[in-house]
């Protein structure tokens, strides 16, 4: 199993948790604040959509309030998400939406991923 050590990228947003994964090509660095199994299904959610729902986003996920509203504030406090609050008549409205550092931060994650997994195989 490889030793994991933090370490800050010098590109990653000033407030997102990094982590090495020693022994790995290149010290290949994983966002954590990404890395995070909900937090990935939700950026990943909201990159194939322009914008999406608390109520969305918790059916799709199948999360409870609790575990989305505490993942998305994550992500909000990293740059990497964008929540917008309001009224639809009488009804409270969260949108949630990717932000341009978000989609950076995914593809930079999605490509370490992808050395990665070549890094095995190769090996």
């Known amino acids: 199993m490889a030793r994991h ?33 909900t937090r990935l299904a939700i950026v990943s959610a909201l990159a194939v959509n322009d914008e999406l729902s608390f109520n969305d986003l918790k059916h799709l996920l199948d999360l409870t309030d609790g575990n989305l509203s505490v993942h998305a504030r994550k992500l909000e406090e990293a740059g990497y998400v964008a929540c917008a609050k309001g009224f639809e008549g009488r009804i409270p409205r969260t949108l949630y939406r990717l932000t341009a550092e978000g989609r950076r931060a995914l593809e930079a994650y999605l490509g370490h991923m992808e050395a990665l997994i070549r890094a095995t195989r190769a090996g």
Request: glycine share 6%; hydrophobic share 40%.
């Open 5 to 37: 050590t933090s370490a800050r990228r010098t590109d990653a947003p000033a407030n997102a948790a990094t982590e090495v994964v020693a022994g790995s090509p290149g010290a290949l660095a994983l966002d954590r604040v990404i890395h995070e199994r």
